[in-house]
C-alpha cells in the first residue's frame, strides 16, 4: 500500500537567499535517503514560506520489501584452524546472524576468502523508519550561517519552533531535542492565530491558504508580481523589471500586500542607477517608471501584512526611503567636487595586492596593455581606450560607491559623462566590468571590451606571477571567473589574437614584482586558461573529444581554435572521416618520434606509396590556402580525399622494413601526412566521436 507523507520544519523567519538553495537540499536528501532504505515513491515537492520548509513524498510505500542481505565477515584463515575445524571467530559470527555453522560460506574478495552468509531481512513498516529518517534529515541541511538556541544541540538557519510529520493521515511520533513532532502547522505570525490541524499536502495549502499564508513559492511568486503591478498602475507607472528581486521579496513574506509610497521630485536629479539602487539594495523597494521607461518619484514596498490605513504605512516607508535619498544626494554632491581624472592619483593609496602593488600601479599596466591590444586590434579606438583605462577604476574612491559598491563602473560612467568625458570612455568604464557573472551582459563597445581584457589579463598574470593559483577548492581572486570572461568577450568581439603574446606582455609589466619564472608563470596562465576554455565548450555540449582534438595541437588565437572544433563537428559525421580518423590514429603510432618530412620520390617503388605521396602532394597545394584562410571546414573536405590512398597505403605496404633508407621515407612520407592533418587538428582524437 502506498501513503502521503509530509513534513514541514517550522522555524524563526529564515534569511530570503536560504529558503530555494534549503528547498533544493531538502529535495535531494530526502530522494536519497528514502532510495538508500528501498522506499519507492511516485513524487516528491517542495514548499517554502520564510517561516517553514517543506516536503510532500506521495506514493510512498507502507513498508520496505522483504531481501535477502550478505553479511560479510572474519577471514576464512581466522574462521577455521589447520584441522578446518571452525574458531570461536566463526562460531561466533554464526550466533551473531542466528544460523548454523553449517551454514556459513565463503566469499573471494580482493583481500582474500572471508565467510558470508545470506540472512532474510523483513522490510520494516515507513513509519517506524522516518520516525528515525526525519530528524536526519534536519541534521543534514546546510546554510550558509547557522544557530544554536537554548540548551539544544541543533543547528539550524534560524530557531526550529514546529515539526509536523504526518504519513498516511498519522502522525509520525519523533523528537528533535525538545521540540516533539505533531499533525499541525502554524499559520500566519499576525494574520492568524492558533495551530491547524492537516493530514495531507493538498489539506496543508488549503489550510495554510486559509490562514494567510501561500505555501507555494510560485504562486506567492505570482501574487508578487500581481500586487506590484497594480499598485504601479494606481500612479499611471509600471513596474521596473526586476526578477531578482521578485524573488527576494517572494521569500521575504508569507502573502504579498503591496504599498505605493512616494518621495520629492529632486531626488530624480540623482543618476538612474543611484535611484533604483537606493531603493532595492536596503529597502527590497521596486522602481516605478513612466511609459517611456523614465523614472517616476515613486516606489513599490511589499508587506508581510495587510493594513487598514494604506497612506499610515506608505507614510513610513517613505520616511525610510528619504533619509536613503538624502544620503545618496549628499555623496552625489560632494563627489562632484572632483572628476574623476582628479582621483587618478590617489589610487596610490588603495591595494590591489600586497605583492602587486596599489591600484594606481594596476591603472598603469592596464593601460599600457589596452593600448597595445587597440593598436594591435583596433587602431582607431586607441585614444578612447587608452582613457578609459586610465580611469575605469577612479569610481572606487567616491563617496557613492563607498555606500554603493555594486554601482562601480556605473558610477564611473555617471560621473565621466558628468565631467565632460566622451561618451565613448564613459561607456567603456561601466562595460569594462562585464560580465561580471557566468553567462551575464558582454561589452558592446570595443573600448570597452579592450579594457576589460586588459583588466582580466593583468589580474591572472599577477597572480600566478607570486604563485597564487587557484586549487580545487579555493579561488579568492575569482582567476576562474576572470579568464572565462576574458574568452566570452575575446569570442564575442571575433578578436583574432595570440594570447601567448598577450599574457607575456602582461607578465613583463610586473617588472620584478613576480616571484614565479615568467617563463614558467606564462606557461600556467595559458593552460589555466586552456582549461576554462575546454570547459565552457564542454558544458555547451560539444564533445570533449572534439575539443581536445583542436586544443592538443594548439590553444594560442580562441576564436581560430573554435573555428577548428566548429569544423570538425561539422564533418566528423562523414564516414569517410570515422575511417581517415582511425587511419591517422594508425599513423601517429607508427611514426612516434620521427620528425623528418623530407621524402626521396626515388626511393618510393611500390605503386601504393607513390599514390599516396601524389595524393598529399595534391592535397596539401589545395588545402594550404583554405587553411591560411581559416576555412577549415573545405580544407577538412579536401583532406578527406586522403581517406583511400592512405587505406591503400597500409593494405599494400610494408612500413617497417629492413631497408634502413626506405624505411625512413616511409615514416618520412607518414610524418608529412600527419603534419598536414595536425595543421587542423588531431583526428586521432576524435575516434570516441565518429565511431
Same mark, same amino acid.
Given at each position: 500500500?502506498?501513503?502521503?507523507?509530509?513534513?514541514?520544519?517550522?522555524?524563526?523567519?529564515?534569511?530570503?537567499?536560504?529558503?530555494?538553495?534549503? =528547498?533544493?537540499?531538502?529535495?535531494?536528501?530526502?530522494?536519497?535517503?528514502?532510495?538508500?532504505?528501498?522506499?519507492? @515513491?511516485?513524487?516528491?515537492?517542495?514548499?517554502?514560506?520564510?517561516?517553514?520548509?517543506?516536503?510532500?513524498?506521495?506514493?510512498?510505500?507502507?513498508?520496505?520489501? +522483504?531481501?535477502?542481505?550478505?553479511?560479510?565477515?572474519?577471514?576464512?584463515?581466522?574462521?577455521?584452524?589447520?584441522?578446518?575445524?571452525?574458531?570461536?571467530?566463526? $562460531?561466533?559470527?554464526?550466533?551473531?546472524?542466528?544460523?548454523?555453522?553449517?551454514?556459513?560460506?565463503?566469499?573471494?574478495?580482493?583481500?582474500?576468502?572471508? =565467510?558470508?552468509?545470506?540472512?532474510?531481512?523483513?522490510?520494516?513498516?515507513?513509519?517506524?523508519?522516518?520516525?528515525?529518517?526525519?530528524?536526519?534529515?534536519?541534521?543534514?541541511?546546510?546554510?550558509?550561517?547557522?544557530?544554536?538556541?537554548?540548551?539544544?544541540?541543533?543547528?539550524?538557519?534560524?530557531?526550529?519552533?514546529?515539526?509536523?510529520?504526518?504519513?498516511?493521515?498519522?502522525?509520525?511520533?519523533?523528537?528533535?531535542? #525538545?521540540?516533539?513532532?505533531?499533525?499541525?502547522?502554524?499559520?500566519?505570525?499576525?494574520?492568524?492565530?492558533? %495551530?491547524?490541524?492537516?493530514?495531507?499536502?493538498?489539506?496543508?495549502?488549503?489550510?495554510?491558504?486559509?490562514?494567510?499564508?501561500?505555501?507555494?513559492?510560485?504562486?506567492?511568486?505570482?501574487?508578487?508580481?500581481?500586487?506590484? #503591478?497594480?499598485?504601479?498602475?494606481?500612479?499611471?507607472?509600471?513596474?521596473?523589471?526586476?526578477?531578482?528581486?521578485?524573488?527576494?521579496?517572494?521569500?521575504?513574506?508569507?502573502?504579498?500586500?503591496?504599498?505605493?509610497?512616494?518621495?520629492?521630485?529632486?531626488?530624480?536629479?540623482?543618476?538612474?542607477?543611484?535611484?533604483?539602487?537606493?531603493?532595492?539594495?536596503?529597502?527590497? @523597494?521596486?522602481?516605478?517608471?513612466?511609459?517611456?521607461?523614465?523614472?517616476?518619484?515613486?516606489?513599490?514596498?511589499?508587506?508581510?501584512?495587510?493594513?487598514?490605513?494604506?497612506?499610515?504605512?506608505?507614510?513610513?516607508?517613505?520616511?525610510?526611503?528619504?533619509?536613503?535619498?538624502?544620503?545618496?544626494?549628499?555623496?552625489?554632491?560632494?563627489?562632484?567636487?572632483?572628476?574623476?581624472?582628479?582621483?587618478?592619483?590617489?589610487?596610490?593609496?588603495? $591595494?590591489?595586492? @600586497?605583492?602587486?602593488?596599489?591600484?594606481?600601479?594596476?591603472?598603469?599596466? &592596464?593601460?599600457?596593455?589596452?593600448?597595445?591590444?587597440?593598436?594591435?586590434?583596433?587602431?582607431?579606438?586607441?585614444?578612447?581606450?587608452?582613457?578609459?583605462?586610465?580611469?575605469?577604476?577612479?569610481?572606487?574612491?567616491?563617496?557613492?560607491?563607498?555606500?554603493?559598491?555594486?554601482?562601480?563602473?556605473?558610477?564611473?560612467?555617471?560621473?565621466?559623462?558628468?565631467?565632460?568625458?566622451?561618451?565613448? &570612455?564613459?561607456?567603456?568604464?561601466?562595460?569594462? @566590468?562585464?560580465?561580471?557573472?557566468?553567462?551575464?551582459?558582454?561589452?558592446?563597445?570595443?573600448?570597452?571590451?579592450?579594457?576589460?581584457?586588459? +583588466?582580466?589579463?593583468?589580474?591572472?598574470?599577477?597572480?600566478?606571477?607570486?604563485?597564487?593559483?587557484? #586549487?580545487?577548492?579555493?579561488?579568492?581572486?575569482?582567476?576562474?571567473?576572470?579568464?572565462?570572461?576574458?574568452?566570452?568577450?575575446?569570442?564575442?568581439?571575433?578578436?583574432?589574437?595570440?594570447?601567448?603574446?598577450?599574457?607575456?606582455?602582461?607578465?613583463?609589466?610586473?617588472?620584478?614584482?613576480?616571484?614565479?619564472?615568467?617563463?614558467?608563470?606564462?606557461?600556467? &596562465?595559458?593552460?589555466?586558461?586552456?582549461?576554462?576554455? %575546454?570547459?565552457?565548450?564542454?558544458?555547451?555540449?560539444?564533445?570533449?573529444?572534439?575539443?581536445?582534438?583542436?586544443?592538443?595541437?594548439?590553444?594560442?588565437?580562441?576564436?581560430?581554435?573554435?573555428?577548428? $572544433?566548429?569544423?570538425?563537428?561539422?564533418? %566528423?559525421?562523414?564516414?569517410?572521416?570515422?575511417?581517415?580518423?582511425?587511419?591517422?590514429?594508425?599513423?601517429?603510432?607508427?611514426?612516434? +618520434?620521427?620528425?623528418?618530412?623530407?621524402?626521396?620520390?626515388?626511393?618510393?617503388?611500390?605503386?601504393?606509396?607513390?599514390?599516396?605521396?601524389?595524393?598529399?602532394?595534391?592535397?596539401?597545394?589545395?588545402?594550404?590556402?583554405?587553411?591560411?584562410? %581559416?576555412?577549415?571546414?573545405?580544407?577538412?573536405?579536401?583532406?578527406?580525399?586522403?581517406?583511400?590512398?592512405?587505406?591503400?597505403?597500409?593494405?599494400?605496404?610494408?612500413?617497417?622494413?629492413?631497408?634502413?633508407?626506405?624505411?625512413?621515407?616511409?615514416?618520412?612520407?607518414?610524418?608529412?601526412?600527419?603534419?598536414?592533418?595536425?595543421?587542423?587538428?588531431?583526428?586521432?582524437?576524435?575516434?570516441?566521436?565518429?565511431?
Amino acid at each position: 500500500m502506498q501513503h502521503e507523507l509530509l513534513f514541514e520544519i517550522g522555524t524563526e523567519e529564515i534569511p530570503a537567499g536560504y529558503i530555494m538553495p534549503a =528547498l533544493s537540499q531538502l529535495e535531494k536528501i530526502m530522494g536519497d535517503r528514502l532510495s538508500d532504505l528501498a522506499l519507492p @515513491y511516485s513524487s516528491l515537492r517542495t514548499a517554502a514560506t520564510p517561516r517553514r520548509l517543506a516536503v510532500s513524498v506521495s506514493g510512498l510505500a507502507e513498508c520496505q520489501p +522483504d531481501r535477502e542481505e550478505e553479511i560479510l565477515g572474519p577471514p576464512k584463515k581466522a574462521a577455521f584452524d589447520k584441522d578446518d575445524q571452525p574458531t570461536q571467530a566463526a $562460531i561466533g559470527f554464526a550466533k551473531k546472524n542466528g544460523v548454523a555453522v553449517e551454514a556459513l560460506q565463503t566469499m573471494a574478495t580482493p583481500k582474500g576468502e572471508y =565467510l558470508m552468509v545470506r540472512v532474510e531481512q523483513k522490510g520494516r513498516q515507513t513509519a517506524d523508519l522516518l520516525a528515525e529518517l526525519l530528524p536526519e534529515v534536519i541534521n543534514s541541511l546546510n546554510f550558509p550561517k547557522s544557530m544554536r538556541w537554548g540548551s539544544g544541540r541543533i543547528n539550524f538557519a534560524r530557531p526550529i519552533q514546529w515539526l509536523l510529520a504526518v504519513y498516511g493521515g498519522k502522525t509520525v511520533s519523533f523528537t528533535l531535542d #525538545t521540540i516533539a513532532s505533531s499533525n499541525t502547522t502554524r499559520g500566519h505570525r499576525f494574520m492568524a492565530t492558533g %495551530s491547524c490541524p492537516t493530514t495531507c499536502y493538498a489539506d496543508y495549502v488549503d489550510t495554510l491558504r486559509t490562514a494567510q499564508v501561500m505555501v507555494e513559492p510560485t504562486e506567492r511568486r505570482n501574487a508578487v508580481l500581481s500586487e506590484i #503591478t497594480k499598485a504601479a498602475q494606481l500612479v499611471g507607472g509600471s513596474i521596473l523589471p526586476d526578477d531578482e528581486l521578485v524573488d527576494t521579496v517572494c521569500n521575504l513574506v508569507e502573502k504579498p500586500f503591496a504599498i505605493c509610497g512616494t518621495f520629492e521630485e529632486r531626488f530624480l536629479a540623482l543618476p538612474r542607477e543611484v535611484l533604483i539602487t537606493s531603493m532595492r539594495e536596503h529597502q527590497k @523597494y521596486f522602481a516605478v517608471v513612466d511609459s517611456t521607461g523614465k523614472l517616476m518619484p515613486h516606489f513599490i514596498a511589499v508587506n508581510n501584512t495587510n493594513t487598514r490605513d494604506a497612506q499610515l504605512a506608505a507614510d513610513g516607508h517613505q520616511r525610510v526611503i528619504r533619509a536613503r535619498l538624502e544620503d545618496a544626494f549628499f555623496f552625489f554632491k560632494e563627489d562632484q567636487r572632483r572628476t574623476l581624472a582628479d582621483r587618478v592619483e590617489d589610487l596610490s593609496g588603495v $591595494i590591489f595586492q @600586497y605583492k602587486l602593488g596599489t591600484m594606481l600601479d594596476k591603472t598603469r599596466r &592596464v593601460t599600457t596593455l589596452a593600448g597595445l591590444l587597440a593598436k594591435k586590434l583596433a587602431p582607431e579606438h586607441l585614444t578612447h581606450t587608452e582613457r578609459s583605462a586610465l580611469l575605469a577604476k577612479t569610481d572606487l574612491l567616491t563617496d557613492m560607491v563607498g555606500e554603493f559598491p555594486s554601482l562601480q563602473g556605473a558610477i564611473g560612467k555617471d560621473y565621466a559623462l558628468l565631467s565632460g568625458e566622451a561618451p565613448e &570612455v564613459a561607456a567603456a568604464i561601466r562595460e569594462h @566590468y562585464l560580465p561580471v557573472r557566468a553567462g551575464g551582459t558582454l561589452p558592446s563597445s570595443i573600448p570597452g571590451a579592450l579594457v576589460g581584457m586588459a +583588466d582580466r589579463l593583468d589580474s591572472i598574470a599577477g597572480c600566478f606571477g607570486i604563485g597564487q593559483t587557484p #586549487t580545487g577548492t579555493t579561488d579568492p581572486f575569482g582567476l576562474r571567473r576572470l579568464s572565462l570572461g576574458l574568452i566570452h568577450i575575446i569570442n564575442a568581439m571575433g578578436f583574432r589574437l595570440s594570447l601567448a603574446e598577450l599574457v607575456d606582455e602582461a607578465l613583463s609589466l610586473y617588472g620584478d614584482k613576480l616571484t614565479i619564472p615568467q617563463s614558467e608563470a606564462r606557461r600556467n &596562465v595559458l593552460e589555466f586558461i586552456k582549461g576554462r576554455f %575546454s570547459n565552457d565548450l564542454i558544458s555547451q555540449g560539444i564533445p570533449a573529444e572534439a575539443v581536445e582534438a583542436v586544443t592538443s595541437v594548439t590553444f594560442d588565437d580562441p576564436v581560430d581554435c573554435k573555428q577548428r $572544433i566548429k569544423a570538425l563537428m561539422a564533418i %566528423s559525421s562523414r564516414e569517410s572521416f570515422t575511417i581517415l580518423a582511425g587511419s591517422f590514429k594508425r599513423v601517429i603510432n607508427i611514426i612516434k +618520434d620521427n620528425d623528418e618530412t623530407s621524402v626521396q620520390p626515388a626511393l618510393l617503388t611500390e605503386n601504393a606509396e607513390q599514390k599516396l605521396h601524389e595524393a598529399y602532394l595534391a592535397v596539401r597545394l589545395e588545402a594550404a590556402p583554405l587553411i591560411e584562410a %581559416s576555412d577549415y571546414e573545405k580544407a577538412l573536405a579536401v583532406i578527406l580525399k586522403m581517406k583511400e590512398p592512405v587505406d591503400n597505403f597500409f593494405e599494400e605496404v610494408m612500413v617497417m622494413v629492413e631497408d634502413e633508407k626506405v624505411r625512413a621515407n616511409r615514416l618520412n612520407l607518414l610524418t608529412a601526412i600527419a603534419r598536414l592533418f595536425l595543421q587542423i587538428g588531431d583526428f586521432s582524437k576524435m575516434n570516441a566521436i565518429s565511431q
